[in-house]
């Protein structure tokens, strides 16, 4: 593992915290329903259970769980376990070869991961191939400013991450637009043919960096929400961020929320270490 890449800190998911709660408070409703009616004391005895283990074994459950944040890549995000991370390198569609990390974890059959390109990387990889490219050949050369077509690249990175997906042998179910604590991107879902396990998909660039985040359960599972919705951003102290309005990608970036004094958390995960006090005012 990448020990430079990140740490984690093992807490009780407040997602997943609320989750339990929800169930718990259910349980206890069709308790009192079933009482109000004067049912069996059998029909009572499985809820019964339910909420004891609910309430002895929910926070030992959600204990599994970890929010992980990463300050080399910029971005937090929830794991059922501590992530293994895996350098390697992503092709991008004018074929720069671009440095990558993987997180990456499991629990039981499901699978979760977040893969993080840096596109800062594809103005000098491209420049320089341009130089080797036969005269003429406008697709590998580019245009002055815009050598190896390293501009276009970047701008439609999410869009090529997003093709890669429906390449594969899956039926895609879902394509929309969303955001991540404002930041824009694609959101996606597909069945895999061969087992039917499904895949949910989030794809986003956040200061010339691709984030690729990919929760597969199996068919029947719930859909992975607590990863998905995990997502946040670190800025350059370890802070976490977030946008008062939406945020695209090569454009000049809106006024950050203020994360500064008392009550000013937002629900953000910042770094080990990191002072929010010392986070970028709002502009």
């Known amino acids: 593992m990448d020990a430079a890449a990140g740490r984690a800190r093992v807490v009780v998911s407040k997602q997943l915290r609320a989750s339990l709660i929800f169930i718990y408070a259910?349980?206890?409703?069709?308790?009192?329903s079933a009482v109000a009616g004067g049912e069996m004391i059998m029909r009572l005895t499985p809820l019964i259970s339910t909420a004891l283990v609910l309430s002895i074994?929910?926070?030992?459950?959600?204990?599994e769980w970890i929010e992980f944040a990463s300050r080399d890549d910029r971005f937090t995000c929830n794991f059922p376990t501590?992530?293994?991370?895996?350098?390697?390198?992503?092709?991008?569609?004018?074929?720069?070869?671009?440095p990558a990390r993987i997180y990456s974890a499991t629990q039981g059959k499901s699978r979760y991961s977040v893969t993080v390109v840096d596109y800062t990387q594809a103005q000098r990889i491209l420049t320089?191939?341009?130089?080797?490219?036969?005269?003429?050949?406008?697709?590998?050369?580019g245009s002055p400013g815009d050598e190896g077509h390293w501009k276009a690249d970047i701008r439609g990175a999410t869009d090529y991450a997003a093709w890669q997906f429906m390449q594969r042998d899956a039926k895609l179910?879902?394509?929309?637009?969303?955001?991540?604590?404002?930041?824009?991107?694609h959101q996606l879902q597909l069945t895999n043919n061969a087992d039917k396990s499904r895949i949910f998909a989030g794809i986003y660039m956040h200061e010339n960096k691709l984030y690729i985040i990919e929760g597969t359960v199996p068919a029947g599972y719930p859909e992975p929400g607590l990863f998905q919705q995990s997502l946040g951003w670190l800025d350059e102290n370890g802070v976490g961020l977030r946008y008062q309005s939406y945020y695209s990608n090569g454009f000049p970036p809106p006024p950050r929320v203020?994360?500064?004094?008392?009550?000013?958390g937002q629900g953000r995960?910042?770094?080990p270490g990191a002072n929010p006090d010392q986070a970028r005012p709002p502009q």
Do not use: M
């Open 26 to 32: 259910l349980g206890c409703k069709f308790l009192r």
């Open 57 to 63: 074994s929910g926070p030992l459950f959600a204990q």
């Open 82 to 98: 501590q992530p293994t991370v895996t350098r390697t390198t992503y092709r991008s569609q004018h074929e720069a070869d671009l």
């Open 128 to 141: 320089e191939k341009a130089k080797s490219c036969p005269a003429g050949a406008e697709p590998c050369l």
């Open 173 to 185: 179910t879902l394509f929309v637009w969303g955001v991540v604590d404002l930041v824009e991107g």
């Open 258 to 264: 203020n994360r500064t004094g008392r009550g000013q």
């Open 269 to 271: 995960i910042d770094a």
